[in-house]
Structure formats: C-alpha cells, structure tokens
C-alpha cells in the first residue's frame, strides 16, 4: 500500500527536528566541556580555587549560563572576582550563584525611573505574567502581555530595564532561588525577540524573599515577574550576574 504523502513528509519532518536535537544536545555538551575546562583555571589565577562553575541548568542540560558554589566564605569583593573570572570566558553568558545571592544590576547605582516604569506597572496592575507550573514556560496569555510590555518599555530604550523573578514558599528555597532567576531569563529573551536590546536587560531571582505587601510568602500571588525601569546614561553593559549583600 503507498503511503500518502503528506504521512511520508510528516515522518520526514519528525526525523529531522529529532536528528537537530540530538546534534545540538551534542554540540551543547561539547560546549558545557570546554566552559567547565577553562573554568578551574581561570577561578584558580583569580584567587577563587575554590569556586566552582556548574555549565548547566537545574534540569542538568549544558548552558552556557554558569551557576558558581563554593564561595559561602568569601568576602562580596572576591565573590565578584570570580563571577567576572568566568564572564571573561569566551562564551559565557550570565554568572549567578547557586546561594541566590545575585545582583543583576551590578554595583550601579539606581537612577530615577522613568515614565515607562508607571506605563508598565500598570499593565501589571490587574494581570501577572505567569508560566506553567513548576517551569519556565509561559502561559499563552502572558505571551501576549510581555508584547504589551514591550511596546510600553520601547520608548524607553537606553535605560536600564532590570526584571526580577519572584516566587512563593512552597517547596525548597534553592530550588525557587533557581527558578525565579531562570524565569526571570524566559523574559529576558522574550523580551529580545520583541526589540528590547539584550544590553539593557538585567534579570535577577529572589525566590520568595521578597513577598507582596499584606500577602502571605505562601501565596500564589507572590508568582510574579516585576519589570524596573531606571535611568541610565551612557549604557554600561554588564553581563555578569555579581554578588549581591548576604
């Protein structure tokens, strides 16, 4: 019996995105085991031997997006040099650390907000940007208000736009630490694909630290994206997720 054609380019289709995947979980393996190589040394002349640079994500995939450990002990200032020691890699993304204690914003100092800031937390105002549950998926509605919420930060480009992920108590803080920051990158890079300069974003996690007023940490509620739009000139780009006060 023949197949009918559209099964045939069908099944040719699923092979191909299934081939793509296993090539780029090869070259994303590769590239996670040249990262991690030039890590150790890099740390070591930085006077950090005992930082250690993870090139994966909480699911265990390679990212270039390090997560350091080890550096409970150290002074903020040494905890810097060891988050800037892995920046300088070529192809390192964003440097945070596995305790939470990142400050996406650098050591800027804040700037007076803008006007984008009142146009954006009004869309917040009444709706949340939320993902899926226990994951850095979106939900479709929210998809549609980052493309409102890109639309309202557009006039203010040139600024910096800090996005901070936030969550409830429930479950283990490490682990909502992780996920605030990783949703917090979800929205980032959504907000590239809408014409939001990667140089002006800044996105940080804070678990649920940070609960709304009069809200209780355990609430749902406390699942929220919240965007802050600060003046800065001239831009000064910075990669580096740096350590933050403990």
């Known amino acids: ?34 990262l991690d190589a030039a890590a150790g040394p890099a740390l070591a002349e930085a006077g950090t031997p005992t930082v250690e640079a993870r090139f994966a994500n ?15 002990t150290l002074e903020d200032e040494e905890r810097t040099k060891a988050a800037h020691a892995v920046a300088a ?3 390192v993304g964003g440097v945070s650390w596995i305790d939470g204690s990142v400050n996406a914003e650098s050591d800027e100092p804040d700037f007076e907000p803008l006007h984008c800031q009142e146009d954006v937390d009004g869309l917040l105002r009444t709706r949340t940007i939320r993902f899926e549950e226990a ?16 639309a309202a930060l ?9 996005i901070t992920g936030h969550t409830d108590r429930s479950g283990n803080e ?18 590239v694909r809408r014409g939001i300069p990667r140089d002006g974003l ?28 600060i003046r800065k000139e001239p831009l ?5 997720d740096t350590p933050g006060p403990r």
């Open 154 to 162: 557009r006039p203010c480009l040139g600024s910096i736009i800090a």
């Open 58 to 72: 909480r699911f265990g995939h390679p990212s270039r997006h390090p997560v350091l450990s080890g550096g409970e």
């Open 89 to 91: 890699l070529p192809g």
């Open 1 to 34: 019996m023949k197949q009918r054609p559209s099964l045939t380019i069908a099944l040719g289709a699923a092979l191909v995105a299934a081939l793509g995947y296993v090539g780029s979980q090869a070259s994303g393996a590769a590239m996670a085991d040249r």
């Open 202 to 229: 800044r996105a940080r996690g804070v678990g649920s630290s940070e609960p709304v007023e009069r809200l209780t940490p355990e609430d749902p509620a406390n699942r929220r994206i919240e965007f802050s739009v």
């Open 236 to 240: 000064t780009p910075t990669p580096v």
């Open 135 to 150: 994951s850095t998926a979106l939900v479709p509605a929210s998809r549609i208000l980052l493309d409102e919420v890109a």
């Open 174 to 191: 490490q682990a909502n630490l992780a996920l605030s920051m990783d949703r917090a990158r979800t929205v980032r890079e959504a907000l």
